[in-house]
């Protein structure tokens, strides 16, 4: 089993920044990917950001430019920068983790969520 915490969420003004934390913890050799998913109020969870163990990452469209995932593999976290806030940046975001299978992530660990608000 893995353990995910997250951490760093809040409210911030449209413009401003956050950075969320997401330590993991427990059977961590199973984890080959990492990422962070959201989900709006009446939307469906999406993809934000992922990263791999060796490090490619990819970034849904709406955040490429102004959120960054990086991982710290000695401590067992991931993170995500985000910058240039939007109010439609609002949501419940989730650390997700999981192995590569087929070479793509399968995300079979997921944290309680943190949440992001961000006033116009």
């Known amino acids: 089993q893995v353990q995910l915490v997250e951490s760093g969420g809040g409210l911030v003004q449209a413009g401003g920044s956050l950075r969320l934390s997401c330590a993991a913890s427990?059977?961590?050799?199973?984890?080959?990917?990492m990422g962070w998913y959201r989900q709006a109020p009446g939307k469906q969870r999406e993809l934000v950001a992922a990263?791999?163990?060796?490090?490619?990452?990819n970034y849904a469209d709406s955040v490429k430019g102004r959120f960054t995932i990086n991982r710290d593999n000695a401590k067992n976290t991931v993170y995500l920068q985000m910058n240039s806030l939007k109010p439609e940046d609002t949501a419940v975001y989730y650390c997700?983790?999981?192995?590569?299978?087929?070479?793509?992530?399968?995300?079979?660990?997921w944290g309680q969520g943190t949440q992001v608000t961000v006033s116009s």
């Open positions: 990263i791999s163990t060796g490090g490619g990452t």
């Open positions: 997700a983790a999981g192995p590569l299978v087929n070479f793509r992530a399968r995300y079979d660990y």
């Open positions: 427990g059977s961590i050799f199973s984890i080959n990917a």
